[in-house]
């Protein structure tokens, strides 16, 4: 695990902020972008007026990028494995008797 | 939530420019869920697992390897895309004040916050890169990085606003739809929502010629002078000829381009000819004609030594564009320092409270 970016993000003054929209009642917050600001009022702001124009949301969400930890590419295999060999995990895995309804 | 949609255009050759970038996104979303044959892991050999993704045409994505001079390229060509985008406000931005009715004026205002959107989008995407967006900004203001030479021409009727949204953002579209497939991820990304937005801009200003073009004598004289000064500029929006174009063929390569420059212009032509008839302009090219045997018009190229020219700096409007970056940037810098004092001044406050409780 380490920086989602490895170089520095530029002077403080405007720090960088991602941005998640949530369409419509229901449905999840969305990745949609970044966006650089002072502080997360204003990030809020630009965000409503960058990334929600056309109707594209009812709610939304801003982080400091600095405070969004990734996993690393090159751990991918490893990291997610345990998924992969518990196929017991998945409903397909079982064999239902033909004629069984409703299961 | 203007406008009429033009039908004729969507039937035009190459036209049904959002379908494709509609079919670019699916392509994107099944690229993504399809996993890759024999994938090798991407500790082994990075090279291999770099070529490998972009052969199954699968997205790099910010955190993964790449090659150094594929990162540069990047940075270039979409730092230069987005200055191209915050130039471009300019020449349109010209004619907010002299719109000549509201509705006019609220879709050029519309259109202007759209471009500064478009550039936001981009700075993000090259931000992934590894650099930031106020280094881009020196770079701009420095001289050392360029951005569209169409920026450098002056607007001077109010149908040069028809003639840019028509032509320009025309030609911006087919060259940013293949870019909707480009290899790396936050480009290919932000294009999709560029274009889509994009295609809006195109119609209001073949609205706007439509409108001049059906009106008095003089509204028709100037959607013709506007549309004589505008072309050839516009098929210069592609660059130079494929044999001169110094970054071409290791684009192609990595895929971030798909289609070569020339490829682009000439299907920029073959829409725009069906566009201009409907219109009831000419485009100003006299050897302009269909050739049966290619399927495509032949045109006039256009002054490729006036391209160059305009690219160093000596167009009609380089220093005016320039001078008012600088001038916009160095003029906001107190309001700047006045938003981040504010923000220190209540991250500190909140700190407090937080004490407190």
């Known amino acids: 695990m380490s920086e989602q970016r490895e170089t520095p993000q530029g002077p403080v003054t405007s720090p960088l902020w991602e941005v998640f929209v949530r369409p419509r009642r229901g449905l999840s917050h969305t990745h949609v972008g970044s966006l650089h600001a002072p502080d997360a009022e204003l990030a809020l702001r630009n965000a409503r007026d960058l990334y929600t124009r056309r109707q594209e949301g009812v709610s939304i969400w801003v982080v400091p990028a600095g405070a969004i930890t990734a996993s690393s590419p090159d751990e991918k295999d490893a990291f997610f494995d345990p998924a992969a060999d518990k196929v017991y995990r998945h409903p397909t895995f079982y064999e239902v008797p033909d004629g069984v309804a409703h299961l | ?357």
């Open chain 2, 1 to 357: 939530m203007y406008g009429n949609d033009f039908a004729p255009q969507e039937d035009a050759p190459g036209g049904g420019l959002l379908g494709q970038v509609e079919a670019a996104e699916t392509a994107l979303r099944e690229a993504a869920a399809r996993s890759r044959a024999g994938a090798t892991l991407p500790g082994d050999d990075p090279a291999a697992y770099f070529a490998e993704v972009i052969d199954a045409d699968h997205k790099i994505e910010p955190r993964d390897w790449m090659p150094d001079a594929y990162r540069r390229t990047l940075v270039r060509q979409i730092a230069q895309h987005a200055h191209s985008e915050i130039i471009g406000m300019q020449p349109e931005g010209n004619w907010i004040s002299r719109a000549p009715s509201l509705k006019r004026k609220a879709i050029l205002l519309a259109k202007v916050q759209d471009e500064a959107g478009h550039g936001l989008y981009l700075y993000a995407a090259a931000e992934t890169l590894g650099v930031s967006r106020d280094e881009l900004v020196e770079l701009l203001l420095d001289g050392r990085q360029k951005y569209s030479s169409i920026f450098n021409y002056p607007t001077l009727t109010w149908a040069d606003v028809g003639a840019i949204g028509w032509l320009v953002d025309g030609a911006a579209i087919v060259n940013q739809v293949p870019l909707c497939r480009c290899s790396y991820g936050p480009y290919a990304r932000a294009m999709i929502r560029v274009c889509k937005e994009e295609s809006f801009h195109q119609r209001q200003g073949y609205e706007i010629l439509h409108t001049l073009a059906h009106g008095t004598p003089a509204q028709r004289a100037m959607a013709q002078d506007a549309l004589d000064r505008w072309w050839y500029p516009s098929l210069a929006m592609f660059g130079p000829p494929d044999g001169d174009s110094t970054h071409s063929a290791q684009s192609m390569a990595w895929k971030i381009k798909r289609f070569s420059n020339d490829e682009l212009r000439q299907r920029f032509v073959d829409m725009c000819v069906r566009q201009a008839e409907i219109l009831g302009l000419t485009i100003p090219d006299p050897d302009l004609r269909w050739n049966e045997t290619r399927q495509a018009y032949d045109f006039t190229q256009p002054d490729y030594d006036e391209l160059m020219r305009v690219i160093k700096g000596e167009g009609p409007c380089n220093r005016q564009r320039m001078e008012h970056r600088r001038r916009a940037h160095a003029d906001g810098a107190w309001v700047r320092e006045a938003a981040t004092a504010y923000a220190v001044k209540q991250r500190a406050g909140a700190q407090r409270e937080r004490v407190a409780a």
